[in-house]
């Protein structure tokens, strides 16, 4: 992860007069191994497939998702996330990077995983105005990922 010191001028400034809130989230504790669950997967790479419309990169940022299913083709996953603070050069290479889906195939043919959700979730990262994401589209996702019976999620923030 970059330092502030490395980012420009630009975004250091936002990022001191951002306005972070401080929450008193705790991680839900599993009520059986991870053997046996399954799990779903989240990232903030403004991953999308062809056929998806590309995220909206307006100055406040994209609050909505596209959901990728988990059989698809890795190498056709495009890239939304156009921060000048985000290095492409990783996920570019290896998008398991961001969203490891090859990964936790391969950890549940291993039986470390019990199951991989049929579909993961993709964001885009730097909201600046979070208020939508907040109310509306990350608990459409949430509630998705309980409908399909997720019982772990894996968050990737780009």
């Known amino acids: 992860m970059?330092?502030?010191?490395?980012?420009?001028?630009?975004?250091?400034?936002?990022?001191?007069?951002?306005?972070?809130?401080?929450?008193?989230?705790q991680p839900a504790r599993l009520t059986k191994p991870l053997s046996a669950c399954k799990v779903g997967l989240v990232t903030t790479a403004a991953f999308h497939l062809p056929t998806q419309p590309t995220f909206d990169l307006k100055l406040a940022g994209d609050p909505s998702f596209r959901v990728i299913p988990t059989d698809c083709d890795?190498?056709?996953?495009?890239?939304?996330?156009?921060?000048?603070?985000?290095?492409?050069?990783?996920?570019?290479?290896?998008?398991?990077?961001?969203?490891?889906?090859?990964?936790?195939?391969?950890l549940v043919a291993e039986g470390v995983v019990g199951a991989l959700n049929a579909r993961a979730w993709s964001f885009c990262g730097s909201i600046a105005k979070p208020g939508e994401l907040i109310t509306r589209t990350a608990p459409e996702?949430?509630?998705?990922?309980r409908a399909d019976g997720v019982e772990v999620a894996l968050l990737t923030p780009v």
Not at 6 to 12: G, N, W
Not at 74 to 84: A, D, I, R, Y
Not at 141 to 145: F, I, N
């Open 2 to 25: 970059a330092e502030l010191s490395e980012a420009s001028l630009l975004v250091r400034s936002f990022m001191r007069a951002y306005r972070y809130t401080v929450s008193n989230w």
């Open 74 to 106: 890795l190498t056709t996953l495009k890239v939304g996330h156009t921060s000048p603070s985000f290095d492409h050069t990783g996920i570019a290479q290896d998008p398991n990077l961001a969203l490891p889906i090859t990964r936790f195939q391969e």
């Open 141 to 145: 996702a949430a509630a998705q990922a």
